[in-house]
């Protein structure tokens, strides 16, 4: 490494640490809110995305132009465009998360015979980072569920999208906050391009406990091996790709239904990857599938395949317009299969036979699993009606599946005289 490498290095860990000392001396203003004025700040969001709407779409071409010079797919595109219809979604999700009733502080778990009373109670963890892939429209999701849940946020964003996720910051949240009296700082967004910005966010435990990861696969991982160095615990959501299994009972037009409704954007992780046919009716129903996968613009990769059958094509610039197909024997297979062979997100069945979908649902060990219905459900908004801050398909207790702010405290057991808790 040069001189010039290591002082550029030194400047950016010296810019995180910079944000996450302004969203930690912020952290207070958060924990002393009522809930008026946290719903208040989210309601001011969604008014200044339509007030800040031609800065927010001329910040948001500008990051455009640069990704199209710099050769980036249609699919990726997508996921980093803000049009008109979006803001007005994004500004729709804030007003109903503004809506959801608060979670209780205190919860009474026993009263005990001794005169004292077990409760539990929910704490914010202080300052969370979030990682996360150029998509503009996390840095709101993500902001919103801090702010919901009283926390301060360090974000990161891929380059990308820094001019949109800077404009978002300035122009909606940072003013929302100072409208409802909470302080501006709350949430951070770390202003380097350098990739080792992300690096240095998952490496102050003191500062920054918890980090939401969201990306491609291998540089995720990378980021959670380093934290884990660092003692930093993270909430990864690394790999995507939905599965739909074809029972011999399943209805064609459900079955065209789900695959094109599961196609909608192929850039997002809960889209359909790979389409299992039962080998019972795999040529009969193989050219009506390929029919409906056609009329979508979609290619199929049918076997012999020369790729890892969970391959990730929503990740791949030049082929995301690919899904692969295969046959298999039996919903306990397609499940095997889905369980072992891709990333544990999100797997469907499509039959009329109930005993086959519970075999297939019972056996599926994803964080999600669907029955007649779109793996396009795993989402945030779709699913539990709340935006999200990513979907955590970790194989260990704790929040999986979409994270929201109900995700995001801290337990702490609590003893008091029975009578005499305070709020």
Same mark, same amino acid.
């Given at each position: 490494?040069?001189?010039?490498?290591?002082?550029?290095?030194?400047?950016?860990?010296?810019?995180?640490?910079?944000? +996450?000392?302004?969203?930690?001396?912020?952290?207070?203003?958060?924990?002393?809110?009522?809930?008026?004025?946290?719903?208040?700040?989210?309601? +001011?969001?969604?008014?200044? !995305?339509?007030?800040?709407?031609?800065?927010?779409?001329?910040?948001?071409?500008?990051?455009?132009?640069?990704?199209?010079?710099?050769?980036?797919?249609?699919?990726?595109?997508?996921?980093?465009?803000?049009?008109?219809?979006?803001?007005?979604?994004? +500004?729709?999700?804030?007003?109903?998360?503004?809506?959801?009733?608060?979670?209780?502080?205190?919860?009474?778990?026993?009263?005990?015979?001794?005169?004292?009373?077990?409760?539990?109670?929910?704490?914010?963890?202080? &300052?969370?980072?979030?990682?996360?892939?150029?998509?503009?429209?996390?840095?709101?999701?993500?902001?919103?569920?801090?702010?919901?849940?009283?926390?301060?946020?360090?974000?990161?964003?891929?380059?990308?999208?820094?001019?949109?996720?800077?404009? !978002?910051?300035?122009?909606?949240?940072?003013?929302?906050?100072?409208?409802?009296?909470?302080?501006?700082?709350?949430?951070? !967004?770390?202003?380097?391009?350098?990739?080792?910005?992300?690096?240095?966010?998952?490496?102050?435990?003191?500062?920054?406990?918890?980090?939401?990861?969201?990306?491609?696969?291998?540089?995720?991982?990378?980021?959670?091996?380093?934290?884990?160095?660092?003692?930093?615990?993270?909430?990864?959501?690394?790999?995507?790709?939905?599965?739909?299994? &074809?029972?011999?009972?399943?209805?064609?037009?459900? &079955?065209?239904?789900?695959?094109?409704?599961?196609?909608?954007?192929?850039?997002?992780?809960?889209?359909?990857?790979?389409?299992?046919?039962?080998?019972?009716?795999?040529?009969?129903?193989?050219?009506?599938?390929?029919?409906?996968?056609?009329?979508?613009?979609?290619?199929?990769?049918?076997?012999?395949?020369?790729?890892?059958?969970?391959?990730?094509?929503?990740?791949?610039?030049?082929?995301?317009?690919?899904?692969?197909?295969?046959?298999?024997?039996?919903?306990?297979?397609?499940?095997?299969?889905?369980?072992?062979?891709?990333?544990?997100?999100?797997?469907?069945?499509?039959?009329?036979?109930?005993?086959?979908? +519970?075999?297939?649902?019972?056996?599926?060990?994803?964080?999600?699993?669907?029955?007649?219905?779109?793996?396009?459900?795993?989402?945030?908004?779709?699913?539990?009606?709340?935006?999200?801050?990513?979907?955590?398909?970790?194989?260990?207790?704790?929040?999986?599946?979409?994270?929201?702010?109900?995700? !995001?405290?801290?337990?702490?057991?609590?003893? &008091?005289?029975?009578?005499?808790?305070?709020?």
């Amino acid at each position: 490494m040069t001189s010039n490498e290591h002082r550029q290095i030194r400047s950016v860990e010296d810019e995180v640490r910079a944000c +996450a000392i302004r969203a930690e001396q912020s952290c207070a203003s958060l924990h002393k809110a009522t809930d008026a004025a946290i719903d208040t700040a989210l309601r +001011a969001m969604a008014e200044r !995305l339509r007030a800040a709407r031609d800065i927010l779409t001329t910040a948001n071409e500008e990051d455009l132009a640069a990704a199209v010079s710099a050769g980036m797919s249609p699919a990726l595109q997508d996921r980093l465009r803000l049009t008109g219809p979006r803001l007005e979604s994004m +500004a729709a999700e804030l007003r109903t998360l503004a809506d959801v009733a608060h979670e209780p502080r205190d919860q009474v778990l026993e009263e005990r015979a001794d005169g004292l009373t077990l409760l539990e109670r929910r704490r914010p963890v202080g &300052v969370i980072g979030a990682n996360f892939e150029a998509r503009p429209n996390v840095t709101l999701d993500i902001a919103s569920q801090f702010l919901k849940s009283r926390n301060a946020g360090v974000l990161r964003t891929g380059s990308a999208a820094l001019r949109s996720s800077r404009a !978002l910051v300035d122009q909606v949240i940072a003013p929302a906050l100072g409208e409802a009296g909470l302080d501006r700082d709350a949430i951070q !967004l770390i202003p380097s391009e350098d990739r080792s910005a992300a690096y240095s966010l998952v490496s102050l435990p003191q500062l920054i406990p918890l980090v939401i990861l969201r990306g491609s696969g291998d540089s995720t991982r990378d980021l959670g091996r380093h934290a884990a160095r660092h003692g930093v615990r993270t909430l990864a959501h690394a790999d995507g790709g939905g599965v739909l299994y &074809v029972h011999p009972a399943a209805d064609d037009k459900v &079955v065209h239904q789900l695959i094109t409704d599961s196609l909608d954007r192929l850039g997002v992780c809960n889209r359909l990857n790979l389409l299992l046919i039962d080998q019972c009716v795999y040529d009969e129903r193989l050219p009506g599938i390929l029919e409906a996968l056609d009329r979508l613009g979609v290619t199929a990769s049918l076997p012999p395949h020369t790729h890892p059958r969970g391959y990730e094509w929503s990740l791949d610039s030049n082929r995301a317009a690919t899904v692969t197909v295969d046959a298999v024997d039996g919903p306990l297979h397609a499940a095997r299969i889905a369980n072992e062979e891709t990333s544990g997100l999100a797997a469907a069945i499509a039959t009329e036979d109930p005993a086959a979908a +519970a075999q297939f649902i019972d056996a599926y060990t994803g964080s999600g699993v669907f029955w007649n219905s779109t793996t396009r459900l795993l989402d945030g908004f779709k699913l539990l009606r709340l935006p999200e801050t990513g979907i955590n398909i970790d194989r260990v207790p704790g929040p999986r599946g979409p994270v929201s702010f109900r995700d !995001l405290y801290l337990r702490q057991y609590m003893i &008091v005289p029975s009578g005499r808790l305070t709020s």
